[in-house]
């Protein structure tokens, strides 16, 4: 029965092993970089989370050896990869509540213009937008050549 415990305690860390050094790390590392679930396909997200991982755990594993001087044991190299993989998760969850309270361009106009819906406001406004598309014109027509009388 001992055998059993013991076999069952091996496998489950041989595979929470295996999970932080071949795909967790990536995997949050890569929620920081592509935060929507949208962004990356599935099947993309998967691999490269396995990629960035490796090289997240050589990174660790360099960085504590030679730059902490701390020995690379079993327990040293669990707790970094937990740290990182923790420290990454806060920064996604930090930018997705950034992302979702993002102001939209009206807010931040509100803000920063108070005065926008008085009457004057709305001419320049207008001015402005007339010029702008009297320029455009004039450059697109410019380009072309064709309606510009040749001197």
């Not at 690379?72 to 998760?89: D, E, G």
Request: proline share 4%; glycine share 6%.
């Amino acid at each position: 029965m001992t055998d059993i415990i013991a076999l069952v305690l091996a496998s489950a860390r041989l595979f929470t092993a295996l999970a932080f050094l071949l795909f967790l790390p990536g995997f949050a590392l890569l929620l920081v970089f592509y935060p929507k679930s949208g962004d990356l396909p599935f099947f993309e997200r998967i691999v490269l989370s396995s990629i960035v991982s490796i090289g997240a755990t050589i990174g660790v594993f360099l960085a504590l050896d030679l730059i902490l001087g701390v020995e690379t044991t079993a327990v040293n190299s669990f707790l970094s990869l937990l740290i990182i993989t923790l420290l990454a998760l806060v920064v996604w969850r930090t930018e997705l509540f950034f992302i979702q309270r993002r102001p939209t361009w009206h807010s931040v106009r509100s803000l920063i213009l108070p005065g926008v819906n008085s009457r004057p406001a709305r001419e320049i406004i207008r001015v402005f937008q007339a010029c702008e598309i009297r320029a455009r014109s004039f450059l697109g027509k410019n380009r072309a050549g064709s309606d510009r009388k040749k001197e």
